[in-house]
């Protein structure tokens, strides 16, 4: 049995809102697997479990870059909000988009060789990154990016910073814009239901049996017939049928007008969509969380040494 420690509790509270005594029977019962802790709550409150799941967890900017059908989309990470509107880096994130745009790096390894000076700093991408670390005095990492070359219509969409899209299309641009703003509000997993990637699908089947068992013994506890399996089958068939429509694209309500699909908005317009790509600034990734109290009282005994 793995030992549960209250940081463990603490992270799973983090990500679920879930109450503290939930968590820790939870991660007991997962024997200490976090994702399989929050699949146990998911099953137990709901969606109340999942509510926190989407939180931003780390700092940077998303930057995009069109040149006619040639678009690019990139990450780039620091520590601090500070750090995100400080011009240099900003201006880092910006030339990096369009760098993967014009030379096609195969990787962060190949971008971060490319050419390129800024601030004093140079002569590669890498050298100007740790230039402008000790300029700033905080570290930053390019983290992902996506290009698109394809010879298709592109349009991007960025909210503010934090959120960036970038949408492949045939038809017509302002519909295409429109679907990029849709996706930075919805946040779609696929464009369409077969896209949705099965280890996503076997999750949501996995609590959805779950739930439905766990329904049927409260109805045999309290007095009422158990539900066939036929029932059951149905059941779970369902959710994870709700859960396709609510993760693709194509399926969602348009949140300009939730009377239709996007799919039926886009064949209003003449537009088709190839593909998209969503970036969350930080999304999957743990920030580190400072014990302000360890903090203070290790500069107390810092200068107290001096």
Known sequence: MAAITASMVAELRGKTDAPMMECKKALTEAEGDMGRAEEILRVKLGNKAGKAASRITAEGVISAALQGSTGALVEINCETDFVSKNDSFLA???????????????????????????????????????????????????????????????ASYLHGTRIGVM?????????????????????????????????????????????????SAANVAAGKPAQSAEIVAKRVEGSVQKFLKEVSLLNQA?????????????????????GFTLYVVGEGIEKKTDDFAAEVAAQVAAAKGQ
Do not use: W
Not at 259 to 274: F, G, I, Y
């Open 92 to 154: 880092f994130t910006q030339a990096c988009a369009r760098l993967v745009a014009e030379h096609n790096p195969a990787d962060v390894a190949a971008l971060s060789a490319l050419p390129h000076s800024q601030d004093g700093f140079g002569p590669t991408v890498e050298d100007v990154r740790k230039g402008l670390i000790g300029k700033i005095g905080e570290n930053m990492a390019i983290r992902r990016f996506r290009r698109y070359a394809g010879g298709g219509q592109l």
């Open 167 to 215: 949408v492949e299309f045939t038809g017509d641009e302002v519909a295409a814009k429109d679907v990029a703003m849709h996706v930075a509000a919805m946040k779609p997993k696929a464009l369409a239901t077969a896209d949705v990637p099965a280890d996503l699908i076997e999750v949501e089947r996995r609590v959805a049996a779950e739930k439905a068992a766990e329904d």
């Open 254 to 274: 348009f949140v300009k007008n939730d009377k239709q699909t996007v799919e039926q908005m886009l064949k209003e317009r003449a537009t088709k969509v190839a």
